[in-house]
């Protein structure tokens, strides 16, 4: 038996229960796994709540991310053996598989090996973070020394992770925040630029950093009205990178300055390459050696234990954390 946290019906972080299932046995091209810690994720949160971009199939599991040592390996799976300590990324469906349990069975092309030299806390604060970041700013936007770009919502595990990315290739970090409170705190991280935007002009502040020129890149999770301002203060030939849905309201598309500019306004998750064995294993090497070499390193914000998953999520929606949420299984 495994004790796995589902949902029955859609809602708040209350609606999540208990549930004592048999784990079972993996199937081809699976594994099972005893988890050690979880990393939380907005689209966890969006998924709960009837919001994510696939609606659950009730009663429905959780987790995308984790960090696990593997128990066992069904037919087919090479490369692993019991007693490996992995890491799950996130590249499944939540209606196929989640990892919100004390034990778990996983697809084999969604685990990794554990980074050399980091805790199951950090292992489980790494991927999604990291491979989301890599995938739009490297991979995408090629983004190099010099390059300008904005990271929105940047205290958020992504954002921090965007930020360590654009320094260590050399690249302008300007980072923004609704709140003087994490203004200093995103500096500390090695943010170039930080705009306060409770206090200052988001297009003066950007057109500040870059001394007039405009980022090449903007990287948003929010969307809605906001877009428009961060395509003023775009250069030209600019990419902005919408990867989340936070905003309320509509996202409209600038198209003065996208047409002034040649802007590319593109939707982006990390779905786009994590079943592309090639693109997977460049951003696993670049993660993977960015942590070894000290570029890249997990902020995390706070721990929970799993019988406190309902109080994580509460605390993940506040949006007070400063980094990653990791809930630890005892076992």
Known sequence: MTCMVRFHRT???????????????PRPGEMRVRVEAIGLNRAEAMFRSGAYLEAPRLPARLGYEASATVESLGDGVTGFAP??????????????????ADKAIVPAYAVMRRPSGASAIEAAAIWMAYLTAWGALIDIGHLGEG??????????????AAIQIANSVGAISIATTRTRAKAAALEDLGAAH?????????????????????????????GGP?????????????VLFIYGAL????????IIAAMQKALTLRGYTLFEFVRDKERLARASAFIENGFAGGRLKPVVAKTFTLDEI??????????????????????
Do not use: C, W
Not at 204 to 216: D, L, S
Not at 247 to 254: E, G, S
């Open 310 to 331: 309902v109080k994580a999520h509460v605390y993940m929606e506040s949006n007070e954390q400063f980094g990653k949420i990791v809930v630890t299984v005892p076992h």
């Open 147 to 160: 390059d300008a770009v904005v990271v929105t919502a940047a205290s958020s595990s992504v954002g921090l």
């Open 247 to 254: 905003a309320a309201a509509p996202t409209p598309f600038p």
């Open 83 to 100: 007693g490996d300590p992995v890491s799950v990324i996130p590249a499944f469906s939540m209606n196929d598989y989640g990892v919100y």
């Open 11 to 25: 809602g708040g972080p209350d609606v999540m229960q208990f549930d004592d299932l048999p784990v079972g046995d």
């Open 226 to 238: 906001q877009v428009e301002r961060l395509a003023e203060a775009m250069s030209r030939d600019g």
């Open 194 to 222: 930080v705009v306060v935007t409770s206090e200052q002009d988001l297009v003066a502040g950007i057109n500040r950093a870059t001394g007039g020129k405009g980022a090449r890149l903007v990287f948003d999770p929010v």
